[in-house]
């Protein structure tokens, strides 16, 4: 997209290269990771072609023909070694099943307004960026044919992709980059006046705050985030509770686990060992899913340890540790979010932030007795995994 906004400043071989640029580089991503990236290339063809008659003979066509078939042998090629079945290519497979075929709408619905209404609202997350810089930005006359230009594709996209009843945000999470391209030209044309009238003088205040505020809120919820993957946290833990253990320790993970942080990158490698020494533990990891063999007390009873959602497994297990995840905010007093989200990961980087957990609850104490009678966040957090130990007979 760097590529796309840049392409209509320098001069003219400056341009058509950059154009070439993000035309390869959206086509490669299209059919090698995100195919609604076609529908993106689509209008972008139709701006260029617009804006540069010809464009499509020059530019568009020749790149486009370049780089299609190279990273269609790239993904076919790759994809169909690991997945041991010979043609595959997973974006078609997956555009085809939720888009052509229409699945995708099994997984919920969406209003047609969902993305102009909230989706985009929610990913630029600054009221001003959305509200005021935006329509700044593109009907000013400084910004406006560089804005207009910048909008054109991405209005056709996001109006194509909301013919789609399912809608995620993830499927216009690329628009992001330019809207803020356009949004901070806005922001620019007001620090340009700030100087000319006490209302330009009060807006830019108010645009610097919110730009302030959204640097806090963005770091607030990136740590919200990582209390939504008890999964990880689980199997970090069972490492640290089992970690003297000797021989082979064999390991159950739930869907649910699975699903909440659990990677292969979170498991344990073999330890080399010499001639049988088994001083190390080595760590077996079970990720079955058929209910039948689930309810099998032979199949538990070859276990150590699980990771499950439920403690009422076949057997007799012991609940060694539970890990809660994130259930959502209130503002009923108690610890406050600031504490809780630091608490977690500063212990594990070995940092001290007992005085920054003073300071957060004088500060919550003052605000809830003179302010907010009593009110004051609180990140609720819910038990979600439970670890169990096996017990031996």
């Known amino acids: 997209m760097r590529f796309f906004l840049l392409s209509g400043f320098g001069n003219f071989k400056k341009r058509i290269a950059r154009s070439r640029r993000a035309i390869a580089l959206i086509t490669g991503a299209g059919v090698i990771f995100r195919s609604e990236l076609a529908i993106l290339l689509a209008m972008l063809s139709i701006s260029f072609f617009l804006t540069q008659k010809n464009s499509l003979k020059n530019v ?145 205040l108010v645009l610097v705050t919110s730009v302030m505020g959204t640097f806090i809120s963005s770091l607030a919820m990136s740590a919200i985030s990582s209390l939504n993957y008890p999964g990880a946290h689980a199997l970090n833990r069972l490492h640290e509770l089992a970690a003297f253990s000797n021989g082979t320790t064999r390991v159950h993970l739930d869907n649910l686990s ?36 689930l309810r099998d007390p032979l199949f538990w009873a070859k276990l150590d340890y699980a990771i499950s959602e439920t403690n009422d497994l076949p057997g007799e297990w012991d609940i060694i540790d539970t890990v809660k995840s994130y259930d959502g905010i209130e503002y009923n007093g108690g610890d406050g979010i600031v504490s809780l989200l630091l608490e977690g990961p500063a212990g594990r980087l070995g940092f001290d932030i007992s005085r920054l957990m003073t300071y957060e609850h004088a500060i919550a104490n003052w605000v809830k007795r003179h302010l907010t009678a009593g009110r004051w966040p609180v990140i609720r957090m819910k038990p979600n995994l439970h670890i169990l130990k096996r017990q031996k007979t």
């Open 60 to 204: 568009v066509f020749p790149t486009g023909l370049a780089a299609a078939p190279a990273a269609l042998f790239v993904t076919v090629s790759i994809d169909s070694f690991f997945w041991q079945a010979f043609p595959i290519w997973p974006e078609f497979i997956a555009f085809r099943y939720n888009t052509l075929v229409g699945k995708s709408a099994e997984w919920g619905t969406s209003p047609w307004h969902f993305y102009i209404t909230t989706a985009i609202r929610k990913l630029m997350m600054n009221p001003m960026s959305y509200d005021v810089c935006l329509p700044i930005g593109a009907f000013v006359y400084a910004t406006r044919r560089f804005s207009l230009k910048t909008l054109f594709p991405l209005a056709g996209y996001v109006c194509l992709y909301s013919i789609l009843p399912h809608k995620e945000w993830r499927f216009i999470v690329y628009i992001i980059p330019p809207l803020t391209a356009v949004s901070a030209s806005g922001a620019a044309w007001i620090w340009n006046r700030r100087a000319k009238s006490l209302f330009y003088s009060c807006l830019n």
């Open 258 to 293: 699975c699903q909440t942080g659990v990677t292969r990158f979170l498991q344990q490698p073999a330890p080399e060992r010499m001639d049988g020494d088994q001083s190390s533990p080595l760590w077996m990891y079970d990720k079955t899913e058929d209910e039948m063999l």
